[in-house]
């Protein structure tokens, strides 16, 4: 896709990790960026860094689990710049007490409204607007959870992001004809802020071999960037060195 024409991205989750990765490609690429996210401060910052280096950047915050505000959030997207060409949804969290034996309801609740809920809000405030423009890219990210079941990651977010994958696959099957396309990227650990959640933290070791936040960013610039007749549906992504094998 050529350069010369506008293209504009909202990423959710922008203010750190993947999600502020995925921006600061795109931004690279020549993508004006709307970085969403719960803190006013964090996603000013990472806007601030993407100007500085030459990008288009503006930040809005949002609550994704708020259906209200989502849909706020992409109105006033279009108001401004009356389009919207790619959504990437990288809210998302999980919890230190993630476990059968120490989940609680209220701690359920808290994944499922961000990780699955969340991502669904705003991949519906974006699909209107997406199909009357005949294109645009929904990027979600998963996880390595999605497919493979471990204690490590704990039921609720094994079961979002299951659900995130097949909602992605979905929407591919209903909408294929309205040229608007879904991907999935399912990455195993990525070296973002979420693993300090963690009940045993990573090691700096560790940390330094798993994917890092860079990689994921490079990832979501390839599939925003493919040419509208390209679907990627999915992306499964590991370090090497993979922890999961042990």
Known sequence: MSNNKKRVAWVTGGGSGIGLAG?????????????SGRRQDVIDDAVAGIVKAGGKAEAIALDVSSAADADTVAKA??????????????????IPKRNWENVSLEGWDQVIDINLNGLM???YAVQPTM?????????????????????????AYVATKHAVVALTHSFNVEQFQTGVRACCISP???????????????SAEDMARMLQPE???????????MPPHVCVNEIIISPTYNRAFH
């Open 23 to 35: 921006a600061q490609s795109l931004a690279k690429e020549g993508w004006t960026v709307v970085i």
């Open 77 to 94: 997207i279009l108001a401004k710049h009356g389009q919207i060409d790619c959504l990437v949804n990288s809210a998302g969290l999980n």
């Open 121 to 123: 809000y705003c991949m």
């Open 131 to 155: 199909v009357a423009q005949k294109g645009g890219t929904i990027i979600n990210v998963a996880s390595w959870a999605g497919h493979y079941i471990s204690r490590l990651t704990g039921p």
């Open 188 to 202: 195993a650990e990525v070296a973002t802020p979420i693993m300090k959640k963690r009940p045993v933290p990573p």
């Open 215 to 225: 990689d994921l960013g490079r990832t979501i610039s390839f599939i925003a960037n």
